[in-house]
């Protein structure tokens, strides 16, 4: 069976690799790690098919360092002490670790991840961790502590056609083909950034097609049509289809939405990715038309978090239902959006009203600190006071929206209270 393109044009060497100049530049960190052979625990933490599978075979490879490797999705406990313990054995006095690299690290639960820790911190291995999601949310924090992290960037439109170049100039069976690249566009923008996506899609229009190959924006997107599952091996478009479940949600349809949640499941997609989607559109999108979808998001978050799949697509799919189902408004998020930008591009120094600040020092009191600051219980929950800065008076950030019962009732005692001011 012949070996996919992508496996065929893997880097061997930094010099190889293209894209990720920041890291692998002249003056990146990684040519460093070369020069010095110090390499700290890291997580590289990125979209996929940009490289991180290949950068950190290029470090074991280029430093001679032995190399272990697990997969998150498929590797328990057990499975890591077994890794940890081999690694332990080859680790001699005066030598440097070997390098334990984690695929998809993200979807390593706690228990897993505190079974690396203890080896990390005694230097049994270098551990290099790769994974498509915020490792802030992802990794516990004793873990995170102990690793550098590094951000890589998808590919550009220009880096996709220096790939595409060495690919056709250097690949034998690509030579043979005679490839002629007439257009570029459809090619790249299914790509998405994604190297690999890239040469699979090469793979893909080699295998469709018979004799010389004619590369048009028109025959990739006509074979990738046809051949939908190829191109993208769970047979989804992640960040399509994710969009679309978001929408459905906020669009209020919920049959739509769980079509979508099924889709990504059914499609392998995380789901604590799924929970976190949740979670945010709780808050922007539902916001205080309902306070009450926020708890049971995060409640469902939690639980995703406890049970795993298969049982975890039971709450995800009660809080999509309840989410779609509920009132919307966006008064919140747009609330805070209004207020930052206007703070960060606000140039004037507005101080804080004497009346609002606190009294520590003797000399705070004599200056008027506190002086005629009014406590809301004692007039019975409300005292009209001037909370904003003199320069800023009847200045609104936050816009009840009306068009909801729970927000209506807020428009409504905000109105009472502040007798028209805002």
Known sequence: MSIPL?????????????????????????????????????????????????LAKIVATELKRPFFTLSAV????KDVREVIESARKQHFFNTPPPILFIDEIHRFNKSQQDSLLGA????????????????????ISPLLSRCQVYILRPMEDAQLQRLLDRAIATDPE??????????????????????????????????????????????????LQQNIALYDKNGEQHYDVISAFIKSVRGSDPNA????????????????????????????????????????????????????????????AEATIYLATSPKSNSAYMAINKALSFVEHDTTNRPVPLHLRNAPTKLMDQAGYGKGYKYAHDYGGFADLEFMPETLVGRRF???????????????????LWKGKY
């Open 257 to 316: 939405a769980i079509y979508y949640l099924a889709r990504m499941l059914a499609g392998g997609e995380e789901p604590r990715f799924i929970a976190r989607r949740l979670v945010i559109l709780a808050s922007e999108d539902i916001g205080l038309a309902n306070p009450n979808a926020l708890l049971l998001a995060n409640a469902c978050f939690d639980t995703v978090h406890k049970i795993g799949m298969p049982e975890a697509r039971i709450p995800l």
């Open 74 to 77: 498929t590797s328990g406990v």
């Open 398 to 416: 936050y816009e009840p929206n009306a068009q909801n019962p729970a927000e209506a009732k807020i428009a409504e005692r905000i109105r009472q």
């Open 174 to 223: 690509l030579r043979e083909r005679g490839i002629d690249v007439r257009e570029t566009e459809a090619l790249f923008r299914f790509s998405g950034g994604d190297a690999r996506k890239l040469l699979n899609i090469l793979d893909i229009l080699l295998a469709a097609n018979e004799g010389r190959l004619t590369i048009t924006d028109r025959l990739v997107t006509d074979c």
């Open 6 to 54: 992508a496996e065929r044009l893997r880097p061997r060497t930094l010099d190889d690799y293209i894209g990720q100049e920041h890291l692998v530049g002249g003056n990146g960190v990684f040519r460093k790690f070369l020069e010095t052979g110090n390499v700290p625990s890291f997580i590289l933490w990125g979209p996929p098919g940009v490289g991180k599978t290949t």
């Open 120 to 139: 990390v911190e005694q230097g049994v291995v270098t551990l290099v961790g790769a994974t498509t999601e915020n490792p802030s949310f992802e990794v």
